[in-house]
């Protein structure tokens, strides 16, 4: 079983940026894809970014050109920078993997983190 640890989250002003990480632990080799996912309350968790071992990045167009997805393979780790954190922005963050090649950067994802919580104060 793979253990996801999400950390970075926080209270920002619009504009600022944040960098959120996510940590897996538990196999002995790196997921094929990790991704950041985002909810609100009353909506559907919707996909925001994902990455393979290559270093392929898949972008959601809201987020284009403002959130960075990286990975260190050597750390299981994949980072989500956040340039310019907007109110609409804020949600709860969640991490996901996929350890094998799925043919989908979609849901669904083998594990999830727990979240952690992203606020652009307007």
């Known amino acids: 079983q793979v253990q996801l640890v999400e950390s970075g989250g926080g209270l920002v002003q619009a504009g600022d940026s944040l960098r959120l990480s996510c940590a897996a632990s538990g196999r002995t080799f790196s997921p094929y894809l990790m991704g950041w996912f985002r909810q609100v309350p009353g909506k559907e968790r919707e996909f925001v970014a994902a990455i393979t071992t290559s270093a392929f990045t898949y972008y959601a167009d809201s987020v284009k050109g403002r959130f960075t997805i990286s990975r260190d393979n050597a750390k299981n780790t994949v980072y989500l920078q956040i340039h310019s954190l907007q109110h609409e922005d804020t949600a709860v963050y969640y991490c996901?993997?996929?350890?094998?090649?799925?043919?989908?950067?979609?849901?669904?994802?083998?594990?999830w983190g727990q979240g952690t919580q992203g606020t652009g104060s307007s």
């Open positions: 996901a993997v996929k350890m094998t090649y799925s043919g989908s950067i979609y849901l669904p994802y083998d594990n």
